[in-house]
């Protein structure tokens, strides 16, 4: 459920993550936890580059797919938002009111998947694309690993 969040963290702090501490549990779909699973995390991380980063996770939000960003920095910072149904906000006395997120992943990335396949057909014809590689691949699989290590057995843990 999270290991393209663990890329996210590498590519916007432009580091590595070194250690994990997970914590979990399961409170939306019983059928999850019969399968030893979880459908609600917070993930603390530590850096490479001394930065500390922490993950939100949910499986399903009742209001729409749920996945913001933000960052703070000593210089500055960024905050980005939800995809959102519309861009219509209704304001009145009784305060504003506005469109829900985008429910569901392919919604909200569709223009990011068709790139992605545009680049893997070039990818093969020999052209150069820019894209995450293998060590990228093989860093967030190991970060996921950390966190279900550190999950079950309670502590943080080394990627």
Known sequence: MTIHDFDMVKYLSGSEISEIYAKGGCFIDPEIKKANDIDTAIINMSLKNGALAIINNSRKAVY??????????????????????????????????????????IDRYEKSYKKEI????????????????????????????????????????MV
């Open 64 to 105: 729409g797919y749920d996945q913001r960003i933000e960052i703070l920095g000593s210089k500055g910072g960024l905050k980005v938002g939800n995809k959102l149904l519309n861009g219509v906000q209704k304001g009145t006395k009784n305060g504003f009111t506005r469109a829900n997120p985008k429910n569901f992943f």
């Open 118 to 157: 545009l680049d893997f057909a070039k990818s093969i014809n020999g052209e150069a694309v820019d894209h995450a590689n293998v060590d990228d691949g093989l860093h967030a699989l190991k970060s996921g690993i950390a966190a279900n290590k550190s999950l079950f057995n309670n502590k943080p843990t």
